[in-house]
């Protein structure tokens, strides 16, 4: 059994920043890909940025220049640094990991609980 547990988030103002956090525990043999969605009300949960095992980084358009996702494998754990937020970026954002464990055979994705971001213009 995986679980991923998110901190961060909050409400803050356009313009400034935040960072969540998502730390990933459990039988972890590997993890693949990690990642970033976000979901807003009325909207679908979309991609926001994903990172893999190997360092390649992708970004939805809307974040590109203003959010970085990195990770500390040995801390199993996943970043989001989001700077020149806007109000647009308010939404529950998930973090998301492809996980390897030791009871199975094949990778398959978690989710983190969520998290609240508010920006306030």
């Known amino acids: 059994q995986v679980q991923l547990v998110q901190s961060g988030g909050g409400l803050v103002q356009a313009g400034e920043s935040l960072r969540l956090s998502c730390a990933a525990s459990g039988s972890i043999v590997r993890m693949n890909t990690m990642g970033w969605y976000r979901q807003a009300p009325g909207n679908q949960r979309e991609l926001v940025a994903t990172?893999?095992?190997?360092?390649?980084?992708n970004y939805a358009d809307s974040v590109k220049g203003r959010f970085t996702i990195s990770r500390d494998d040995a801390k199993k754990t996943a970043y989001l640094e989001m700077n020149s937020l806007k109000s647009e970026d308010t939404a529950v954002y998930y973090c998301?990991?492809?996980?390897?464990?030791?009871?199975?055979?094949?990778?398959?994705?978690?989710w983190g609980q969520g998290t609240q971001v508010t920006v306030s213009s």
């Open positions: 990172l893999t095992r190997l360092g390649r980084p």
């Open positions: 998301n990991a492809e996980v390897l464990t030791t009871s199975e055979f094949t990778a398959r994705d978690y």
